[in-house]
T-cell receptor, first 118, second 114 residues
């Protein structure tokens, strides 16, 4: 069964450093998302991406964050200057084209990248 | 108004019991309500989802009950098993093209005792 993959599984970085989290969405999906989950808390939406542009973002997704689809398979989240409070699990998700025959609303989540900012 | 409130925070049942997890929302624009199951160290996985045009949906041992007028929905797990022990999140989204960002509830940690 196709699945969303994410690398690395764990990233440790120093405060102020840049990090790039990588995701490979399911191949025929067109909508991509990043969510984060601070330890023990709920999953929070960061940003959605479609047709090579951001379609929606939350208040968490400030100027320190950016997303990119550099090629036909990868989807990345960059944090320019990490803060201690950026420590969280970051999940990538993807969804197929909702207008396709038999398409569903389901968002498929990857296993996450645990980001630790020291 | 974007919040989804979930209760209880944690739940312990015996094997075979029927845990019930409840969620409430305010935003009447929400029109898609999924439940996700998350095991430690894993990403959330879709369990079952409902749209507001039906009041109940059943898939295997999992049932969603939906009350549109009360703006509430709940998950029932029939004949619960120890393997069901996980954290369950309700969520909601608006089926507007290009959006559908999920708003999650705070999660319920379920423990099913043998």
């Amino acid at each position: 069964e196709p699945e969303v993959t994410q690398t690395p599984s764990h990233q440790v970085t120093q405060m102020g450093q840049e990090v790039i989290l990588r995701c490979v969405p399911i191949s025929n999906h067109l909508y991509f998302y990043w969510y984060r989950q601070i330890l023990g808390q709920k999953v929070e939406f960061l940003v959605s991406f479609y047709n090579n542009e951001i379609s929606e973002k939350s208040e968490i997704f400030d100027d320190q964050f950016s997303v990119e689809r550099p090629d036909g398979s990868n989807f990345t989240l960059k944090i320019r200057s990490t803060k201690l409070e950026d420590s969280a699990m970051y999940f990538c998700a993807s969804r197929e084209n909702p207008t396709g025959l038999g398409a569903t609303d389901t968002q498929y989540f990857g296993p996450g990248t645990r980001l630790t900012v020291l | 108004q974007q919040q989804v409130k979930q209760s209880p925070q944690s739940l312990i049942v015996q094997k075979g019991g029927i845990p019930i997890i409840n969620c409430a929302y305010e935003n009447t624009a929400f029109d898609y309500f999924p439940w996700y199951q998350q095991f430690p160290g894993k990403g959330p996985a879709l369990l079952i989802a409902i749209r507001p045009d039906v009041s109940e949906k059943k898939e295997g041992r999992f049932t969603i009950s939906f009350n549109k007028s009360a703006k509430q929905f709940s998950l029932h797990i029939m004949d619960s098993q120890p393997g069901d022990s996980a954290t369950y999140f309700c969520a909601a989204s608006i089926r507007d093209t290009g959006r559908r960002a999920l708003t999650f509830g705070s999660g319920t940690r379920l423990q099913v005792q043998p």
